[in-house]
Each structure stands twice: as C-alpha cells, then as structure tokens.
C-alpha cells in the first residue's frame, strides 16, 4: 500500500518560516510529481509548489514565488516545502501530493494534511 506521510507545520507569527515535509512509502516503482496543496477555509484547495521527477523546472503558485521553496530527495522519496516569510493568508491545510505508479494501479496520493497557521 502506498502512503504518504507528512511531517510539520504549526504555527507561527507574520514574517516567520516552516518547513513541510513529506515522504513516499509503500511497494511502487516510480513517483512522477510530487508538491503541495493547500485549503484554507471556505476556499477550493490551490496548487502550492509541484517538481517533477527527473530534474524539470518547478511550478510554483504565484502567491508563494519568492518565499516557498520546493526541494526533492529522489533517493529518500521525499520532498519538502520550506515556507519563508509567511503571511496569514498562507494559514490552511497543506496536503502532500504524488503522482506514483505501483503495481496495482498508477495515480495520484495525498498525505493526511497539516494544518499552517500564520497570526499577524
């Protein structure tokens, strides 16, 4: 079965910094993307930041350009967001995402969530 398995996340003051991470487990053969997601209350849930596998350009969401980084560990399975200079409006749940093929099925995965709370 595969998981993913989010670790991070909290709370923390206006022009301060988090880091998320996520990593893969389970019998698969391959990731594709991997990245984050985020929903914050009321709202649909947002690409945040997606890299693909291979070495490709990262996707980053106009609202985090300049502030989050999005960083992958192909060996580990792993990726992480570092998230600078935060802002209350980047207060919502972030949610790993992968795109894996297994041998049961190839598709994508979400990690259990991780809330983000930015005070001002």
């Known amino acids: 079965q595969v998981q993913l398995v989010q670790s991070g996340g909290g709370l923390v003051q206006a022009g301060g910094s988090l880091r998320l991470s996520c990593a893969a487990s389970?019998?698969?053969?391959?990731?594709?993307?991997m990245g984050w997601y985020r929903q914050a209350p009321g709202k649909q849930r947002e690409l945040v930041a997606v890299?693909?596998?291979?070495?490709?350009?990262?996707n980053y969401a106009d609202a985090v350009k300049g502030r989050f980084t999005l960083s992958r560990d192909n060996a580990k399975n792993t990726v992480h967001l570092q998230m600078n200079s935060l802002k209350p409006e980047d207060t919502a749940i972030y949610y790993c995402?992968?795109?894996?093929?297994?041998?049961?099925?190839?598709?994508?995965?979400w990690g259990q969530g991780t809330q983000v709370t930015v005070s001002s």
């Open positions: 995402n992968a795109v894996i093929s297994s041998v049961l099925r190839s598709g994508t995965y």
């Open positions: 389970g019998n698969f053969f391959n990731i594709n993307t």
């Open positions: 890299i693909p596998s291979g070495g490709g350009a990262t």
